[in-house]
């Protein structure tokens, strides 16, 4: 059970533009940045969103990151079929004195 | 571009040791934190510890998972890193991964190097 809690599905069309949530605490997304990792099964983690809202060189801008409060959110605007894949919210825990990711979420491309 | 590469993964029994590495090209480490994250078979991601750079004098920190058992140690010289897994248990079977988490670029991860603790 992580500490941050990421909807375990998500779906959408090719077109659509679809938003995942990643709900923590005071000590967690309340007081430090927020990054978005999208990873392909068999591969190592591709981070599309540094500090809360901002892009990596090379991450197309239809990734886009947002927090408000204790959540954050990662929005994805003209869904694609290499979207088809999981998607990690991680940040640094002030309670736990470390790093925690989200349990992950599929995003299903129909 | 900045690659990283681990190596010593392998098969072993519960209660046994084993010992990682990082090893870093393009990069001046002492600069970077270096952050181990693991993913068992199926299952997300898990931020195991982190050893900060020279301006945070090294420090370490690590998951309540691991703590005490697992030892995180660099040498900036060599641009490496090292992940000393004691007292391994069926549960610490994944993929390890380093990462350069925070960098200006971005992050950076290596291709992940695969722990089996089983008898």
């Known amino acids: 059970q992580s500490v941050l809690t990421q909807p375990p599905s998500a779906s959408g069309t090719p077109g659509q533009r679809v938003t995942i949530s990643c709900s923590g605490s005071s000590s967690n997304i309340g007081s430090r940045d927020v990054y978005w990792y999208q990873q392909v099964p068999g591969t190592a983690p591709k981070l599309l969103i540094q500090r809360n809202n901002q892009r990596p060189s090379g991450v197309p801008d239809r990734f886009s990151g947002s927090k408000s409060g204790t959540s954050a959110s990662l929005a994805i605007s003209g869904l694609r079929s290499e979207d088809d894949t999981y998607y990690y919210c991680?940040?640094?825990?002030?309670?736990?004195?470390?790093?925690?990711f989200g349990g992950g979420t599929k995003l299903t491309v129909l | 571009e900045v690659q990283l590469v681990e190596s010593g993964g392998g098969l072993v029994q519960p209660g046994q040791s084993l010992r990682l590495s990082c090893a870093a090209s393009a990069v001046s480490f002492s600069d970077f934190y270096i952050d181990w994250v693991r993913q068992a078979p199926g299952k997300g991601l898990e931020w195991v510890g982190r050893t900060r750079n020279k301006a945070k004098s090294h420090t370490t920190a690590y998951a309540a998972s691991v703590k005490g058992r697992f030892t995180i140690s660099r040498d900036d010289s060599k641009n490496s890193v090292n992940l000393q897994m004691n007292s391994l248990r069926t549960e610490d079977t994944a993929v390890y991964y380093c990462?350069?988490?925070?960098?200006?670029?971005?992050?950076?991860w290596g291709q992940g190097t695969l722990v089996t603790v089983s008898s």
């Open positions: 991680a940040v640094w825990d002030d309670s736990l004195s470390g790093r925690v």
């Open positions: 990462t350069i988490p925070y960098a200006t670029w971005g992050d950076s």
